[in-house]
């Protein structure tokens, strides 16, 4: 398998590359409550034990937030999500509602943070008539209160540019996650990127950290943003002065948090987020922000492998979500799309590049050694980018059939392969000028 040849079709490779001399690099952000009224019933995802019931009620809001970068007549926008994950439905659905305003595939980045309290993936779903409790029901007015609140989201981020200077800082952590496979790889690097004005105040800051979202377990049936949402409200504290924080993980299909302490769910959320937030604030204080130059971003779209299920898959996850021989290849055809878009954005010494699904850690720390012997200094691994089409594991992993996250891998055993092969030549597209 290690010598056998991938072929990778690459559609459209997009890339634009924006350094225009004499223009400065402008940027706005905006933030908003996403929290549906519970009179919705809406519906958590994460766990098929909780059956589509609804929510109980709300322990913490969850909010979209909007970076928007601007360089001349070139913009991007990253935009971070208290969610799941996404179907792929609703990156297009969100490009429908706000046409002539310049925005599409190749710039807008929509980065969930995999949280386990929050909106089930499958209920925003416009393909899903599958009608699977265990799964998620579809329901299309909750889609239709996501988009609109995107929609005003980005409309707003899309004004009010201005001058900023930017820098990016990390360093690695140790004893705050571990690889819940017991594999030996751990993605120990926490990245901070800090957007400032010209006069030095704090606009927005981006933190990239690796670890499932999943303290809350399948009984607990409140909203929540889970840890991710304590980190951003704690950092914003810390820092002060207004300032956004955005939170966004990496390759974390395999790494899980760890606290030892003997509190609820809902506390060892709140505790953890306030540890990785002082982390974080004691990088921020360490970056130094400065005018940049490089600001580019690529967009490439691949064909996947035929989608399969892997032999495990009835043992756990089929079991989990109520799928059945009979119903098996049906799910697939509806979720499992033939094609997927790969984004990456540079800001300066940074790159960003999105990864539609949750790849392991070993996968996602060759990519970032592979994408910084380019040239780059900084590199993190946007997870879940944009939609989630499988777990996305390496040819040795998925053969071994260890573990729930290769009965999860729903492309056989070359995913991992043909999604990195295209992640690295998205990202060699983004140091091409036109």
């Known amino acids: 398998m290690k010598n056998r040849i991938f072929i990778i079709v690459i559609i459209s490779i997009f890339t634009a590359s924006i350094s225009v001399k004499g223009e400065k690099l402008t940027a706005s952000v905006s933030s908003i409550d996403i929290t549906p009224p519970l009179e919705m019933k809406f519906v958590l995802g994460g766990y098929g034990e909780r059956m589509s019931k609804p929510a109980e009620g709300i322990h913490d809001h969850i909010w979209a937030k909007a970076l928007t970068l601007k360089k001349g007549n070139r913009k991007y926008a990253l935009i971070t999500l208290d969610l799941l994950m996404l179907p792929d439905n609703v990156k297009s659905d969100l490009i429908k509602k706000i046409p002539g305003k310049g925005w599409s595939n190749e710039n807008i980045m929509l980065l969930p943070s995999h949280s386990h309290g929050s909106l089930e993936m499958d209920a925003l779903n416009s393909k899903n008539d599958l009608n699977n409790r265990q ?17 005003t989201l980005l409309n707003e981020a899309d004004r009010n540019y201005r001058p900023v200077r930017i820098g990016t800082g990390s360093q690695f952590l140790e004893g705050l996650n571990q690889n819940r496979r017991k594999d030996p790889d751990i993605e120990k690097e926490m990245l901070v990127t800090r957007i400032d004005l010209e006069n030095g105040m704090p606009l927005a800051v981006l933190v990239n950290w690796t670890a499932h979202p999943t303290f809350l377990d399948g009984p ?34 395999d790494q899980a948090p760890v606290l030892d302490v003997v509190k609820s769910d809902y506390e060892k959320t709140e505790i953890y987020g306030k540890i990785i937030a002082e982390k974080a604030f004691d990088l921020y204080k360490k970056v130094k922000s400065k005018e940049l130059n490089e600001f580019n971003y690529s967009y490439t779209i691949v064909s996947l492998p035929k989608h399969r299920a892997h032999p495990t898959f009835m043992k756990t996850g089929g079991e989990e979500y109520g799928i059945t ?10 979720l499992g799309p033939k094609k997927v878009g790969i984004g990456a954005v540079r800001i300066g010494n940074l790159i960003i590049s999105g990864v539609p699904g949750e790849m392991t850690a070993v996968l996602g720390l060759k990519l970032k050694k592979s994408i910084k012997t380019m040239g780059i200094e900084y590199v993190a691994i946007g997870g879940l980018a944009n939609q989630w089409i499988s777990y996305i594991l390496s040819s040795d992993q998925y053969l071994n059939g260890q573990g729930y996250e290769s009965s999860m891998s729903f492309y056989g055993p070359d995913l991992g392969s043909v999604i990195s092969h295209g992640v690295i030549q998205n990202a060699k597209s983004i140091f091409k000028t036109k």
């Open 135 to 151: 799964l998620g029901l579809f329901q299309p007015e909750l889609l239709a209160f996501l988009l609109d609140k995107l929609a």
């Open 325 to 334: 021989d009979q119903t098996l290849n049906k799910v697939m055809d509806i």
């Open 220 to 253: 607990d049936m409140l909203l929540s943003a889970e840890w991710p949402g304590y980190l951003q409200t704690n950092l914003e504290h810390l820092i002060g002065n207004g300032v956004t924080t955005m939170y966004y993980n990496g390759s974390e299909g």
